[in-house]
């Protein structure tokens, strides 16, 4: 278990228009974990992902395996 705090950023590809999700990735170090918000919800709650799991989704996302709407 960590103490450290997560720091939150956003893509650089984000257009500020708030459909976007914030992600601390300072945390897969020390818990190997890399938790997920809602960046219009800064105070409310995150999903926490393994990083292997999120590893795996980020590589979907750049093969193109999810649709685009």
Request: overall charge negative; proline content about 7%.
């Amino acid at each position: 278990m960590t103490t450290e705090s997560p720091r939150w950023f956003k893509s650089s590809y984000s257009d500020n228009g708030g459909a976007c999700v914030e992600v601390a990735g300072n945390l897969v170090a020390s818990g190997g974990v890399v938790p997920v918000r809602d960046s219009k919800d800064p105070e409310g709650p995150s999903l926490v992902f393994s990083a292997s799991s999120w590893a795996s989704f980020v590589a979907g996302v750049q093969g193109g395996d999810f649709p685009t709407i």
